[in-house]
Every structure is written in structure tokens, then in C-alpha cells.
């Protein structure tokens, strides 16, 4: 089982900037994968940006240039640092980390989620 934990969500104005931090423990494969989603109120979850642990990324076209996904494998940590925040930024962020074993996928665990709300 992984537990999967997230932190540093907020309210800040337009063109702001958050950082936000999760943190993943238990049984955690080597060939995995953590990832920041989002979902809007009357939307579905989306996809921001995820990192394979060797270091490979993919963002969503609406944050590219503006968040940048880091990871510290030691600790079993990712982080989304969110700049020049838009008010369509706001949603519910949700930390998932996937676990892929020799034959594939193996399973997917979420965190509880982070409120960020970007607002005047």
C-alpha cells in the first residue's frame, strides 16, 4: 500500500506564484511515475504535469512555461512550483502516484487534494 499526502494550496492573486509539495510513502516501486492533476468544480480531473522517476515529464499545454514539476527520489517527493497563476488555475490539485512493475502498470494511488484558488 503507498500513502500519498499533499500541502501548500492556497489563495493567491492573479500572476502569483505556489508551491506545492507531495509526499508518498510505503511500498513504492522503482519504475514509477508521480503526477499533479486538477479538477474544476463541474469538470473532469486533468492532468497538469507528471515525472517518471528516470526524470522524463509531460505538462498540459495550458501550464507549459508557467509550472514546472520537480522530484526528490531520495525522499519520495514531488513538488509542482506554480507561477503567474490564472484565476482558470483554480481547482482541487491532486498528487497520484503510479506504481509499474517488469510487466506494467501495477496501481494508482491518489492523495486527498489541495484547494488552490486564484482570486482578486
Known amino acids: 500500500q503507498v500513502h500519498v499526502v499533499e500541502s501548500g494550496g492556497g489563495l493567491v492573486q492573479p500572476g502569483g506564484s505556489l508551491r506545492l509539495s507531495c509526499a508518498a510513502s510505503?511500498?513504492?516501486?522503482?519504475?514509477?511515475?508521480m503526477g499533479w492533476y486538477r479538477q474544476a468544480p463541474g469538470t473532469q480531473r486533468e492532468l497538469v504535469a507528471e515525472m517518471a522517476y528516470r526524470g522524463s515529464t509531460d505538462y498540459a499545454e495550458s501550464v507549459k512555461g508557467r509550472f514546472t514539476i520537480s522530484r526528490d527520489g531520495a525522499k519520495n517527493t514531488a513538488y509542482l512550483q506554480m507561477n503567474s497563476l490564472k484565476p482558470e488555475d483554480t481547482a482541487v490539485y491532486y498528487c497520484?502516484?503510479?506504481?509499474?512493475?517488469?510487466?506494467?502498470?501495477?496501481?494508482?494511488?491518489w492523495g486527498q487534494g489541495t484547494q488552490v484558488t486564484v482570486s482578486s
Open positions: 510505503g511500498s513504492i516501486f522503482a519504475g514509477n511515475v
Open positions: 497520484k502516484l503510479t506504481n509499474y512493475n517488469y510487466l506494467g502498470y501495477e496501481a494508482a494511488y
